[in-house]
């Protein structure tokens, strides 16, 4: 048996196999020692990857500190002074997930502007600081005040006047009223309104209404009913739906006494400006109880249009289905 080791040993050092001098295991002892090995690899590449994972996971806590460190000391101030051009296009902006956001700094001097408007601090029709103002307000060049009132101007929440400076826009303005009625007469003439109070009355809100309004069920609303008469003759039957707790003290009598256009009463007297609509349009067939109101024969087509008005904050305040009768009218919408 010794010589038969002795032979293994020889043979296997001969082929490089081994390079020590104690004989070969037996195959049992060689299979023990084989799963030793095994388990002993396998608790190496374990203990390798717990360590691992802690470091990582002390890397996204860092990650997620810096974050928030660069989101509660954000600010929109650029290295340069008022006048001169700042530091950098963009600055960081508060960061909703682990990985941080930034926004130009134009957008967040817009923000700030518009958060101005919100709050009253510029009231519609006023003019508000000039450029070199807010570049010293907000400690930023005047170039990127710019840039923000370019992009509120587009917006329609300011009026730029040449020579007198930028105001905030009101609905008091044709040009702004004519963002909202688009109805014009096909020889293309201006032909002023006049508008027929229905109705107005507070009630729950149904279940349509209240969900295009982001209100709960049930919540108070007021419900206006109106006609719009072009050169005497009855053309839109409106019925408008606002949120009761905005609009209190919204009365028939109330807006029977208003004689400025609606968008202007609820900026002046509810402080709600409408800032934008989405509106669908279709073509219809007149019901008889609309039909009545608008002198047409029940089926005649109409022009559906429902608008939702959104207000600062993308907020929706008024619901619109309004009925156009466009014999001699047609509806206008530009796009840019």
């Not at 103002?133 to 992009?151: H, M």
């Not at 007149?286 to 907020?315: I, K, M, N, Q």
């Amino acid at each position: 048996m010794a010589d038969a080791v002795n032979l293994e040993t020889a043979v296997a050092r001969s082929r490089g196999r081994i390079c020590t001098r104690e004989p070969l295991l037996a195959p049992e002892c060689r299979s023990r020692l084989a799963q030793s090995q095994t388990v002993s690899y396998v608790l190496y590449k374990t203990d390798v990857l717990r360590n691992l994972s802690g470091r990582k996971s002390a890397v996204c806590d860092e990650m997620r500190a810096m974050t928030s460190n660069q989101a509660n000391n954000a600010n929109p101030t650029g290295a340069g002074g008022p006048g001169q051009p700042g530091a950098g296009d963009s600055a960081p902006a508060p960061a909703a997930s682990p990985s941080p956001t930034f926004s130009p700094l134009y957008q967040q001097i817009k923000s700030l502007i518009t958060q101005s408007l919100e709050s009253g601090e510029w009231k519609p029709g006023e003019i508000i600081p000039s450029e070199v103002e807010l570049a010293a307000r907000y400690k930023v060049s005047q170039g990127t005040v710019r840039k923000a009132i370019d992009e509120l101007a587009a917006e329609n929440l300011v009026v730029r006047r040449q020579g007198k400076g930028t105001f905030v826009a009101t609905h008091n303005e044709d040009r702004a009223q004519f963002r909202f009625l688009r109805l014009l007469a096909d020889d293309g003439a201006e032909h002023p309104h006049v508008s027929r109070l229905l109705e107005c009355r507070r009630l729950r809100a149904p279940a349509e209404i209240a969900r295009q309004l982001d209100l709960k069920p049930a919540d108070p609303v007021v419900q206006v009913r109106r006609l719009l008469e072009f050169d005497s003759e009855v053309t839109v039957l409106d019925e408008i739906w606002l949120p009761g707790t905005m609009f209190r003290g919204l009365t028939f009598e109330r807006l029977s006494e208003y004689k400025g256009p609606l968008y202007a009463m609820f900026e002046t007297e509810f402080g709600t400006r409408m800032i934008r609509a989405t509106e669908k349009i279709r073509a219809v067939a007149a019901e008889p109880a609309v039909a009545d109101l608008l002198h047409v024969p029940a089926g005649f087509p109409l022009l559906s249009v429902e608008r939702v008005s959104y207000t600062y904050g993308d907020r929706p305040v008024e619901v619109r289905r309004g009925w156009y009768v466009t014999t001699g009218y047609y509806y206008q919408n530009d796009l840019s």
